[in-house]
């Protein structure tokens, strides 16, 4: 049966507000969301899609709802990315670009993240714009609600409030550091002279609030007066009466769909009584079709496969929106919005009830603040129940007692049923008649006799991450003398691999009415171990199993000793200091001035590729990639074609040319665009669906049938060790040896040396996580031409791509890049693939194609960074001087070479940082059937150097002695530093900054007492220890040669092309203040005159620019400056004589530079000067010293960053500015490298971690809470561009300080467990720092070790666990 026909009795369009303006739409597809709705049908792209899945918070946008009974508007801030559209009826919609005021006049916050440094590529500026905003607009509704006006301390939210906004958003340029001073300038406990550099203030002094861009609230966007008539003109719905038929109401939105497969139909059903949803209900679970009920529909970010016919919208219903207190609790209806939960417990105030308090607090770490606002209390539970969704809210709510209300309106009348949350939840599904109406929490009120304490442990502390385990203990307390007796007990767990939370009864009624001693804490740990356990098949178990024993441990503990067991550093507010030099000389170089355009990407008018309209019949594409890495295939396209919207699937066979998708500008290796015959990888595209809507082209490809053939070929190989025992691997090249390798005899130097060691580290990959994903839109044009615009690090490489597929010539082929939405090498190779993939589609069927990669597809297709394993043998002396080092590194760098041959080189290079006196390092290419690994930030050096920092480590373990002193005796020396990079790179004693800088930082930062301080730390702390570790920055740069164009106007006003692409790095505004200095000559040369604006630099073009290279390495801004400042020169030569020539008829002799710009042009002198800068092709060294101090919970294994001090040169930045927000975001992208991204791949190699929820880069709350950097200032240097020196990738290589500083934490704690024995304790330690490692690395039973050795103080025990 299909869906039947309702027809609403006063059919109503969806009416709603977008930017003030009235949206009606009769007719709505009910799967659309918000953000496609925004993107596809209005001229608002600042709102951008990042991932799809509520993971990321590109797509926030503000949500306002009016309630005409209480005459209020609740706005908050949403992921547009899972909203239906059909759910904003008569609400008000503001975007990024609906914050202007009048005038045009930007938001304060746009203004302030521009002034504060706080946008590089922009992707996620919009998005970080309205989190900021959604924070000030809820602050200000519940100062409204709460506090009388008379009784306000503040009008603003607190430092820690606003930094918390930001839980749902990733940035992975900035590193957080300057989007949370923005945050903090508009909070009302900040100290504004604690605010890190911006273009407000020049100094403290200025430091004053009438010196930020205003912000006035009232000047917000206000809920339209239209609506709020219209809202209260619209009817009461009535209750349908006996005598109405079905039929005759409910339907709001029909849509249909035809194809080949048939008719589908979608439809939006409301109900906004109980009684409609029965009889709605009743109608509907008559048919076949699949059902969902709707409140938030923010389970869409999970479970996206399920594509439901009918959404029957609960939302409205009153009886599910009770916020009601009792004399016994709260009772919450199942719609209520979990952040309106959270305010209503908040309303309880402090002090009143531990329950409410603790679910609070505990709620606030649930998802990012924006699903919060929108996903619902019951849609959380209804998850948890139905689909084991690994769910907090099940867990605290269970172990604080709630109870579920489920109506079951199946019968003529509804029947209710009042079931404790244990039995709700093992109950399974709800049946298709019954729903959740409420739960029920008891809400204890404070006193000394009752705890409540909630748990979870996460990848990131703050949230957006679900738990690996959670808990929420409720116990009654007697307390008689000193001992504590516990009454009764609630222990609830869950997320640990279990189908829902659960209690541990067992448990409970072992510590009931007990006395509790350490005894009876190790009868309960050890009952619980056999309680609560693991599902099979759960990942990390004996970890999860591990957090359960510290949870209760934790809390158990507690209440013995009357003090918290753990006491883990708060992270807020985070601050940083931002140290360097201007010279004044240069003017305007080195000055700090805003990012070029920073302002229009956060108001949203920065145009990236997909926000570039379609033009007319543009078409869509969506790959079809491999799902077996090694086999003969044949695609059956025959269910696919009849899919909806379907033009056709092009294929190795629709390649007019060369069958090639990549050429590697560095060694030209090519790549092929789609597989033909044989597949060699998992993620290799088979081709590309192509149909009238993105929508339609990605349902399409997942109905295309792949035949494999795996018998026909051997077995795939799978990593290293395979590649080596089957010799698969990739040529070396020559061009790319190893720089002075090996240095003197390692082998010779390992006999003779004092001691020595062997050891095994490893290196994961890392994905690049650029929050634009990877794009392109074709469009053929006459006679064989086409433009292809893409964001591309090489456009050049892509041009040649494109023209050799299509058998054209390059002049055919015009590739257009304005910026990218970051790139850290993503973009440099694998993009091509995906242009010219489009590129052949729009070729063939003579119309516009786009492709923009959702998420998933995006990391399944773009391999990382190669992992890496080395086997090492180094030799040292007592003191940790190392005399040798010998070592092999594998590289699994995937079936296409990419960049991967470049890796030994710089593999080589990173892992030169320390003088080990003599070294050997063999590299080996493993060739397997993996996606090809390719360049991510620092490629290779970040592997080099972590090995490099790991053996040091190693070193220092094997010796029992610091770390901090090993990497002492082993810093480079002029004489060692010569050796291991060449004397020609390290620049002369000028160049070797690098021995100051570590001396600046040991004091700067205080290394040695900290070191004492910390020793101490450990030495009282049992269940947190803290690390500290310093590490040292070699990197080798490489500077290309490059291209630019200046050419000056009439008017003054000049425009340049560079070869360079802005991909956030602060290319453009480089060259602009670049340009600006070098024609200074032409001008006063006097800070009073502000050029910068006359410039601009304009967007990439492989036809207006032709023969660029690629973006990369870190030194395209200095090869772009180089080209600009020689375009210059030859203007200024051109032009000096006119200057000289037209003074001579001003008395005063000045001669305007608009007044000249106008003469030249008259006097027809050309004013446009083209220049190549042909780079030395000299490589040279780049330095810098960071510390970092970490905490880790040994109940957990989850660390903290508390302190990282970093100093880099970074010569005579052009923009120090600029150059800060590379060290921070070139850091903080390598905390993700060493902390929290872990890439796992299932055995075909699939990348099972293809996501936000399952890939974890940095947030705002895992960088570092005192984050401070300096730019060294070191002298001029003739061989460097205007002096200045690489910066984008060389500081991440110092979070080896970060990775270290954990390791020592962890020896620490090892210490504890080992005694004596810890002195020789050299354990493997491999990045990421992942919390289920660490743990591990510090015992997973070390309760259980505890318990048993505090109950047997006389006796050592032996540790059994430690790895
Ligand atoms: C990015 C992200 C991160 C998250 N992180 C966490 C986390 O860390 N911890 C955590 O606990 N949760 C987390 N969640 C889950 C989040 O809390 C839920 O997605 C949200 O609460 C679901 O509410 P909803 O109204 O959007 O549900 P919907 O998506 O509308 O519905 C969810 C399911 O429940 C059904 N349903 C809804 N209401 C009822 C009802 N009254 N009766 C019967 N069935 C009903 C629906 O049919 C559907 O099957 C996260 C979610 C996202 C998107
Ligand atoms: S696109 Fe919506 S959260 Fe990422
Ligand atoms: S500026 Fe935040 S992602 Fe690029």
């Known amino acids: 049966m299909g869906i039947p026909s309702f027809v609403e009795s006063e059919h109503r369009p969806l009416v709603f507000a977008l930017n003030g303006q009235r949206v009606e739409l009769s007719s709505v597809d009910p799967a659309t969301t918000l953000l496609s709705y925004i993107r596809s049908e209005?001229?608002?792209?600042?709102?951008?899609?990042?991932?799809?899945?509520?993971?990321?918070?590109?797509?926030?946008?503000?949500?306002?709802?009016?309630?005409?009974?209480?005459?209020?508007?609740?706005?908050?801030?949403?992921?547009?990315?899972?909203?239906?559209?059909?759910?904003?009826?008569?609400?008000?919609?503001?975007?990024?670009?609906?914050?202007?005021?009048?005038?045009?006049?930007?938001?304060?916050?746009?203004?302030?993240?521009?002034?504060?440094?706080?946008?590089?590529?922009g992707f996620c500026t919009p998005g970080m714009t309205m989190a900021i905003y959604g924070c000030l607009k809820h602050d200000q509704q519940q100062q409204r609600s709460l506090t009388p006006v008379g009784d306000r301390t503040h009008s603003k939210p607190s430092c820690e409030k606003l930094e918390r906004a930001?839980?749902?958003?990733?940035?992975?340029?900035?590193?957080?550091?300057?989007?949370?001073?923005?945050?903090?300038?508009?909070?009302?406990?900040?100290?504004?002279?604690?605010?890190?550099?911006?273009?407000?203030?020049?100094?403290?002094?200025?430091?004053?609030?009438?010196?930020?861009?205003?912000?006035?609230?009232?000047?917000?966007?206000?809920?339209?007066?239209?609506?709020?008539?219209?809202?209260?003109?619209?009817?009461?719905?009535?209750?349908?009466?006996?005598?109405?038929?079905?039929?005759?109401?409910?339907?709001?939105?029909?849509?249909?769909?035809?194809?080949?497969?048939?008719?589908?139909?979608?439809?939006?059903?409301?109900?906004?009584?109980?009684?409609?949803?029965?009889?709605?209900?009743?109608?509907?679970?008559?048919?076949?079709?699949?059902?969902?009920?709707?409140?938030?529909?923010?389970?869409?970010?999970?479970?996206?496969?399920?594509?439901?016919?009918?959404?029957?919208?609960?939302?409205?219903?009153?009886?599910?929106?009770?916020?009601?207190?009792?004399?016994?609790?709260?009772?919450?209806?199942?719609?209520?919005?979990?952040?309106?939960?959270?305010?209503?417990?908040?309303?309880?105030?402090?002090?009143?009830?531990?329950?409410?308090?603790?679910?609070?607090?505990?709620?606030?770490?649930?998802?990012?603040?924006?699903?919060?606002?929108?996903?619902?209390?019951?849609?959380?539970?209804?998850?948890?129940?139905?689909?084991?969704?690994?769910?907090?809210?099940?867990?605290?709510?269970?172990?604080?007692?709630?109870?579920?209300?489920?109506?079951?309106?199946?019968?003529?009348?509804?029947?209710?049923?009042?079931?404790?949350?244990?039995?709700?939840?093992?109950?399974?599904?709800?049946?298709?008649?019954?729903?959740?109406?409420?739960?029920?929490?008891?809400?204890?009120?404070?006193?000394?006799?009752?705890?409540?304490?909630?748990?979870?442990?996460?990848?990131?502390?703050y949230g957006n991450a679900v738990s690996f385990s959670n808990a929420a203990f409720l116990v009654h307390i007697s307390r008689e003398r000193e001992e504590v007796v516990i009454e009764t007990a609630r222990l609830a767990f869950g997320a640990f691999g279990t189908k829902h939370a659960i209690r541990a009864l067992k448990v409970e009624e072992l510590l009931k009415s007990k006395t509790l001693s350490l005894s009876l804490v190790k009868e309960a740990v050890e009952a619980l171990k056999k309680e609560v356990v693991p599902l099979e098949g759960t990942s990390m178990k004996e970890y999860r199993t591990s957090l359960n024993v510290g949870f209760l441990f934790d809390f158990l503990n507690s209440l013995l000793s009357g003090e918290p067991t753990v006491t883990s550093t708060h992270l807020f507010p985070h601050v940083g200091k931002q140290n360097f030099t201007l010279t004044d000389d240069r003017f305007p170089l080195s000055q700090p001035i805003a990012k070029f355009l920073s302002q229009n990407q956060a108001s949203g008018d920065a145009v990236y590729v997909d926000d570039i309209p379609s033009p007319?019949?543009?078409?869509?594409?969506?790959?079809?990639?491999?799902?077996?890495?090694?086999?003969?295939?044949?695609?059956?396209?025959?269910?696919?074609?009849?899919?909806?919207?379907?033009?056709?699937?092009?294929?190795?066979?629709?390649?007019?040319?060369?069958?090639?998708?990549?050429?590697?500008?560095?060694?030209?290796?090519?790549?092929?665009?789609?597989?033909?015959?044989?597949?060699?990888?998992?993620?290799?595209?088979?081709?590309?669906?192509?149909?009238?809507?993105?929508?339609?082209?990605?349902?399409?490809?997942?109905?295309?049938?792949?035949?494999?053939?795996t018998h026909s070929f051997g077995a795939p190989i799978m990593n290293c060790d395979e590649a080596v025992a089957k010799d698969s691997f990739h040529p070396m090249n020559p061009a790319f040896a190893p720089p002075h390798n090996p240095v003197g005899d390692a082998e010779e130097s390992l006999k003779e040396a004092d001691f020595k060691s062997e050891g095994i580290v490893t290196t994961k990959s890392q994905y690049h996580f650029y929050m634009e994903t990877q794009t392109a839109l074709a469009i053929p044009d006459e006679d064989d031409c086409i433009t292809v615009y893409t964001a591309s690090q090489a456009l050049d490489c892509l041009q040649q791509v494109i023209a050799g597929c299509l058998s054209i010539p390059s002049h055919n082929v015009r590739v257009i890049t304005r910026r990218l939405g970051g790139a850290f090498g993503g973009k440099a190779f694998r993009n091509m693939q995906i242009a010219a993939a489009v590129a052949v589609a729009a070729f063939k069927l003579r119309r516009p194609v786009r492709v923009s990669l959702d998420r998933n597809t995006d990391m399944?297709?773009?391999?990382?960074?190669?992992?890496?394993?080395?086997?090492?043998?180094?030799?040292?002396?007592?003191?940790?001087?190392?005399?040798?080092?010998?070592?092999?590194?594998?590289?699994?760098?995937?079936?296409?070479?990419?960049?991967?041959?470049?890796?030994?080189?710089?593999?080589?290079?990173?892992?030169?940082?320390?003088?080990?006196?003599?070294?050997?390092?063999?590299?080996?290419?493993?060739?397997?059937?993996?996606?090809?690994?390719?360049?991510?930030?620092?490629?290779?050096?970040?592997?080099?150097?972590?090995?490099?920092?790991?053996?040091?480590?190693h070193v220092a373990s094997c010796l029992g002695i610091s770390g901090n002193q090993v990497r002492d005796v082993n810093l480079h020396t002029s004489e060692s530093i010569a050796l291991f990079h060449g004397a020609d790179a390290v620049g002369g004693a000028d160049g070797f900054t690098l021995p100051a800088m570590w001396e600046r930082l040991k004091s700067r930062a205080r290394i040695d007492e900290r070191e004492k301080e910390i020793m101490e730390f450990n030495a009282q702390s049992k269940w947190v220890k803290r690390g500290l570790a310093m590490a040292s920055c070699t990197y080798g740069a490489f500077t290309f040669g490059n291209t630019a164009t200046v050419s000056i106007f009439g008017d003054g006003s000049i425009a340049v092309e560079v070869g360079g692409v802005e991909m956030g790095q602060g290319l453009y505004t480089k060259v602009r203040q670049t340009v600006a200095y070098c024609l200074s000559p032409l001008w006063k040369k006097n800070k009073d005159v502000d050029m910068i604006p006359n410039i601009r630099v304009l967007q990439s073009d492989s036809l207006s620019l032709p023969n660029s290279?690629?973006?990369?390495?870190?030194?395209?801004?200095?090869?772009?400056?180089?080209?600009?400042?020689?375009?210059?020169?030859?203007?200024?030569?051109?032009?000096?004589?006119?200057?000289?020539?037209?003074a001579k008829d001003k008395t005063d002799g000045e001669v305007s530079w608009e007044y000249l710009c106008t003469m030249a042009k008259l006097m027809q002198i050309d004013l446009q000067s083209h220049e190549r800068w042909v780079s030395p092709m000299k490589p040279y060294?780049?330095?810098?010293?960071?510390?970092?101090?970490?905490?880790?919970?040994?109940?957990?294994?989850?660390?903290?960053?508390?302190?990282?001090?970093?100093?880099?040169?970074?010569?005579?930045?052009?923009?120090?500015?600029?150059?800060?927000?590379?060290?921070?975001?070139?850091?903080?992208?390598?905390?993700?490298?060493?902390?929290?991204?872990?890439?796992?791949?299932?055995?075909?190699?699939?990348?099972?971690?293809?996501?936000?929820?399952?890939?974890?880069?940095?947030?705002?709350?895992?960088?570092?809470?005192?984050?401070?950097?300096?730019?060294?200032n070191s002298p001029e240097h003739k061989d460097r561009i205007l002096s200045s020196k690489a910066v984008g990738e060389p500081p991440l290589v110092l979070v080896g300080s970060v990775y270290s500083a954990i390791r020592n934490a962890i020896r620490a704690a090892r210490k504890d467990h080992l005694g004596s024995n810890a002195d020789s304790d050299a354990f493997e330690f491999s990045p990421p720092a992942t919390a289920d490692k660490v743990k591990s690395l510090c015992g997973l039973d070390n309760v259980e070790h505890h318990l048993l050795s505090a109950l047997k103080p006389s006796k050592t025990i032996p540790h059994g666990k430690l790895v």
């Open 166 to 461: 930001l839980q749902g958003n990733i940035c992975r340029c900035t590193g957080y550091r300057p989007l949370l001073d923005v945050c903090k300038s508009f909070a009302w406990d900040v100290d504004l002279e604690d605010l890190g550099l911006n273009t407000c203030w020049a100094d403290k002094s200025g430091a004053k609030e009438e010196n930020l861009p205003p912000y006035e609230p009232n000047a917000d966007p206000q809920f339209p007066k239209f609506l709020v008539d219209e809202l209260e003109a619209r009817k009461v719905p009535s209750e349908p009466t006996q005598t109405e038929t079905l039929q005759s109401v409910g339907e709001r939105f029909r849509h249909v769909e035809s194809s080949n497969e048939g008719k589908r139909e979608r439809l939006w059903v409301t109900a906004s009584t109980l009684n409609e949803l029965r009889e709605r209900l009743h109608v509907l679970n008559q048919t076949n079709q699949q059902l969902k009920l709707v409140v938030g529909n923010t389970s869409a970010g999970i479970y996206k496969d399920l594509r439901p016919d009918v959404f029957l919208d609960i939302s409205q219903i009153p009886e599910l929106l009770t916020l009601r207190r009792d004399d016994h609790g709260l009772e919450v209806g199942a719609a209520t919005r979990i952040a309106e939960l959270i305010d209503c417990l908040e309303s309880f105030g402090a002090g009143k009830s531990p329950v409410a308090e603790g679910l609070a607090e505990h709620l606030k770490k649930l998802a990012g603040g924006h699903v919060r606002n929108w996903g619902s209390v019951g849609g959380n539970l209804v998850m948890a129940q139905k689909f084991a969704f690994a769910s907090d809210l099940a867990t605290i709510l269970l172990g604080a007692g709630a109870s579920a209300r489920v109506v079951d309106l199946g019968g003529a009348h509804p029947s209710v049923a009042e079931l404790p949350l244990d039995d709700f939840l093992a109950k399974g599904a709800l049946g298709n008649n019954s729903i959740l109406q409420s739960v029920h929490i008891p809400l204890v009120a404070y006193s000394r006799e009752v705890v409540f304490k909630t748990f979870r442990a996460a990848p990131r502390p």
């Open 616 to 709: 007319p019949h543009c078409l869509h594409a969506a790959f079809v990639l491999s799902s077996e890495p090694y086999a003969a295939f044949d695609v059956d396209t025959a269910a696919a074609r009849d899919s909806t919207g379907v033009v056709t699937f092009i294929s190795v066979d629709d390649i007019p040319g060369e069958n090639i998708g990549i050429i590697n500008p560095y060694n030209g290796a090519k790549e092929i665009l789609f597989a033909g015959g044989i597949v060699f990888y998992v993620g290799q595209p088979l081709g590309v669906m192509v149909a009238d809507t993105y929508e339609h082209a990605q349902l399409a490809a997942g109905k295309v049938n792949v035949d494999y053939d």
């Open 42 to 121: 209005t001229p608002f792209k600042g709102t951008k899609r990042g991932c799809g899945e509520g993971g990321c918070g590109a797509c926030v946008v503000m949500l306002a709802r009016y309630n005409p009974v209480t005459k209020e508007v609740k706005e908050s801030s949403v992921n547009s990315c899972l909203v239906l559209l059909c759910s904003i009826d008569g609400c008000a919609i503001t975007t990024t670009e609906g914050l202007r005021g009048g005038g045009n006049n930007l938001h304060a916050i746009q203004k302030r993240i521009s002034a504060f440094h706080g946008s590089q590529c």
């Open 1109 to 1142: 290279f690629c973006d990369g390495g870190s030194t395209t801004s200095e090869g772009s400056c180089a080209a600009a400042q020689q375009a210059c020169e030859v203007l200024v030569q051109r032009l000096q004589p006119v200057v000289e020539q037209l």
């Open 860 to 953: 399944q297709m773009v391999g990382g960074r190669a992992p890496t394993k080395t086997n090492f043998t180094v030799g040292f002396t007592k003191t940790g001087k190392i005399t040798a080092l010998k070592a092999k590194t594998l590289v699994e760098s995937g079936w296409f070479v990419d960049n991967n041959d470049f890796n030994p080189m710089l593999i080589t290079s990173g892992m030169k940082k320390y003088n080990y006196g003599t070294f050997d390092l063999t590299t080996i290419l493993c060739r397997t059937n993996n996606v090809p690994k390719t360049a991510v930030r620092a490629p290779g050096d970040a592997e080099g150097s972590i090995i490099a920092d790991a053996i040091v480590d």
């Open 1181 to 1272: 060294v780049l330095f810098g010293a960071g510390a970092s101090e970490v905490e880790v919970n040994l109940l957990t294994g989850e660390t903290r960053i508390l302190a990282v001090d970093l100093i880099y040169d970074s010569g005579k930045s052009i923009n120090v500015a600029v150059d800060i927000g590379q060290v921070e975001g070139g850091f903080v992208f390598g905390i993700g490298f060493v902390l929290t991204e872990d890439v796992e791949r299932d055995a075909k190699g699939k990348l099972l971690s293809d996501g936000t929820w399952t890939y974890k880069p940095p947030t705002m709350d895992t960088i570092p809470q005192k984050f401070n950097v300096e730019l060294y």
